[in-house]
């Protein structure tokens, strides 16, 4: 699954380190100038970065939306209603349960 609109350009048209530091797609989600509230005011986001951006448009269909494995996320009740319903070993599997 890909990002809409998260371009990162060609290596056959543009330079390696031009993609790195230049393309929109690598500075779309890079730093904390972009992160919404809770994110935004949160002390922890220069430690996770807002969290995952794939799972955060898997689960919402916005890349730039909290990440809603967070407990600080608007979108996080879709995570605890999904880990409600898996078996109870199912809980090793739980990647975190704190922003």
């Known amino acids: 699954m890909a990002i809409p609109g998260l371009e990162f350009g060609n290596v056959r ?5 031009w993609i790195w530091f230049e393309s929109p797609g690598m500075n779309q989600f890079r730093g904390t100038s ?3 509230e809770p994110c935004q005011s ?16 898997l689960l919402t269909q916005d890349a ?5 494995v967070c407990h600080l ?9 999904v880990l409600a319903q898996l078996p109870e ?4 599997f739980i990647y975190r349960d704190r922003c």
């Open 42 to 57: 949160c002390d922890r986001k220069e430690l996770d970065w807002g969290g995952c951006r794939c799972q955060a448009f």
């Open 34 to 36: 972009w992160l919404p």
């Open 13 to 17: 048209d543009r330079s390696l380190d």
């Open 64 to 68: 730039s939306a909290t990440d809603p």
């Open 89 to 92: 070993q199912a809980e090793m």
């Open 73 to 81: 996320s608007p979108h996080h009740a879709q995570i605890q209603t």
